[in-house]
Each structure stands twice: as C-alpha cells, then as structure tokens.
Nanobody, 125 residues
C-alpha cells in the first residue's frame, strides 16, 4: 500500500484546516491508521488514530477536543479535521498504517508499518 497525504498549507491561528491521506494499492478499511506530526527539532508526535473497527478513535493530549480523525472506507481515505489551530500545531503531518499494530502500542510511531510522505501545516499567530 502507498499513502499520500495532502491538504496542508498556511492558516491563521484559530482557524480550521482539513488534511487527508489517500491509500492506494491495497484497502486500509480494516487497518489501524494514525496521524503523527513532527516540528523542526522535535521528535515525531502522535496526533490521532482510528482502530481497525473504524469506530474507536483516540487522540494526543495536545489536540484532544480540537482535532477529529475520520475515515471513508469507500474512498480508502483517512482525514484529519483540525479546528482552533494554534501556532504550536505547526509541523509536518504524516499518516501511517499499522497492519500489525496492537492496541497497547497505538501511540508508538515505531509500531506503524507504512508511512505517507507528509504534508506541511503552518499556523501563523
């Protein structure tokens, strides 16, 4: 499978942005998926994830209540709706698929098997 993230851009603080991750080559409808981000000079950080059932979602502490992850199995696409953006949300956002992911490791980037190339989100103050 290949993952292609898109939709990043420049947005003002307090505004919203939606990014997407299109999968090709193989369905990801029953695969745990996640969004991570990495700011310059910082480690990759878990942002949001959706479990294999497509219903269970979970979020990093810094985005909970502001970001919403969703998936469209018909389009084989993962989404991240980001509301009330803050300058500290500025980062490259990556989508990832965890084919062999176990639930207790869902926040660990090392446990995801396939990664997209990333899309840059810049939030200005």
């Amino acid at each position: 499978v290949q993952l292609q993230a898109s939709g990043g851009g420049l947005v003002q603080a307090g505004h919203s942005l939606s990014i997407s991750c299109a999968a090709s080559g193989r369905t990801v409808s029953r695969v745990a998926m996640g969004w991570f981000r990495q700011a310059p000079g910082k480690e990759r950080e878990f942002v949001a994830g959706v479990w294999r059932d497509g219903q269970l979602t979970y979020y990093g502490d810094s985005v909970r209540g502001r970001f919403t992850i969703s998936r469209d199995n018909a389009k084989n696409t993962l989404y991240l709706q980001m509301d009330n953006l803050k300058p500290e949300d500025t980062a490259v956002y990556f989508c990832a698929a965890g084919y062999t992911l176990i639930y207790s490791s869902r926040f660990d980037a090392n446990q995801y098997n396939v990664w997209g190339q990333g899309t840059l989100v810049t939030v200005s103050s």
